[in-house]
């Protein structure tokens, strides 16, 4: 995809800008996905996130024109937003939705405001960052050190992190929900005073 003139003249974004976090050149965003291009039986290559499995799914054509950096060897392209979130969903598996919560919502979207459950909400977003990248040793090595995992357990985690659900990643760091109390109705008291 071309950039419009006015996209042209804008200065790059600085990708290294906060806190060594990897921006997008053309706006700045930080919600982004690595990937990789898949091609099936001599058919056009496709944009698939590394989480998303194997090309049997469709991934997300990229147009025809890409643009490289003579000086640092950057190379990008433009696809639609909304068929990448959408191809994620489909086929991102419970890693791929729970990335694409924590990009609406945010690490600490489903805890309450104390330093703790932000302390182990950045703790999930890196090693969940990990998984994403693919990288087993790196997270074997991160569960035993954010949460003193043991060496098999660590290694079952880091198998089994990216199918987890958000609460069992919570309880790996001890967090567990409070159970709602049941209450029960008024007609099934048992009270002398009724």
Not at 25 to 39: D, H, I, N, Q
Not at 112 to 136: F, M, N, S, V, Y
Request: aromatic share 8%; hydrophobic share 35%; charged share 30%.
């Amino acid at each position: 995809m071309i950039l419009p003139e006015s996209d042209q003249s804008r200065p790059p974004v600085d990708p290294q800008r906060d806190k060594g976090g990897v921006r997008c050149p053309r706006c700045g965003g930080e919600a982004l996905v690595a990937g990789g291009f898949a091609s099936h039986g001599g058919s056009r290559p496709v944009f698939l996130p590394q989480y998303c499995g194997t090309p049997s799914y469709a991934g997300i054509i990229p147009p025809q024109l890409f643009r490289a950096c003579l000086s640092c060897g950057l190379l990008w392209s433009a696809v639609d937003p909304k068929g990448l979130r959408a191809l994620i969903a489909r086929c991102g598996g419970e890693l791929g939705l729970q990335h694409l919560d924590e990009i609406d919502h945010g690490p600490y979207r489903d805890l309450p405001d104390t330093d703790l459950a932000r302390e182990i909400g950045d703790k999930i977003a890196e090693l969940d960052a990990i998984a994403r990248t693919q990288t087993p040793g790196a997270m074997v090595r991160r569960c035993r050190e954010l949460y003193s995992a043991t060496w098999d357990q660590a290694h079952l985690d880091a198998k089994e992190w990216p199918r987890l659900s958000r609460e069992d990643k919570l309880e790996r760091f001890g967090w567990s929900p409070k159970e709602k109390e049941k209450k029960a109705p008024l007609d099934d008291f048992d009270s002398p005073f009724f």
